[in-house]
């Protein structure tokens, strides 16, 4: 079974960049597709990128198209996610999770599916503020 280990998260003044981790171990066999997550405090969890396994194909929901930009390199088992013109509301728990390419993909645009995943990892947080 394949393990996610975010990193990455800090404290960031609005207008700063961070970059964020998603390393994979165990059975990087399962390690596919990546979606990157994030959790606000009292608000649902809310899809914000993905990449393939293949092509390495992008999708960026529309709160942080432009800004944010996910790469992965595959010799390292590891997705990047680099976070540039933070905004306050960008605070949240972020979270990697894979699986198969087109269940990850569902469960970044529409939420749906994200038990069926293969496997998560346990967050990293980022605070935008000054």
């Known amino acids: 079974q394949v393990q996610l280990v975010e990193s990455g998260g800090g404290l960031v003044q609005p207008g700063g960049s961070l970059r964020l981790s998603c390393a994979a171990s165990?059975?990087?066999?399962?390690?596919?597709?990546i979606g990157w997550f994030r959790q606000a405090p009292g608000k649902e969890r809310e899809g914000v990128s993905f990449?393939?396994?293949?092509?390495?194909?992008?999708y960026y929901s529309n709160s942080v198209k432009g800004r944010f930009t996910i790469s992965r390199d595959n010799a390292k088992n590891t997705v990047y996610l680099q976070m540039n013109s933070l905004k306050p509301e960008d605070t949240a728990v972020y979270y990697c999770?894979?699986?198969?390419?087109?269940?990850?993909?569902?469960?970044?645009?529409?939420?749906?599916?994200?038990?069926?995943?293969?496997?998560w990892g346990q967050g990293t947080l980022v605070t935008v503020s000054s």
């Open positions: 999770a894979t699986g198969p390419p087109p269940l990850v993909l569902l469960t970044v645009v529409a939420g749906t599916g994200a038990n069926a995943l293969d496997a």
């Open positions: 990449i393939s396994s293949s092509d390495g194909s992008p």
């Open positions: 165990g059975s990087t066999s399962d390690y596919n597709a």
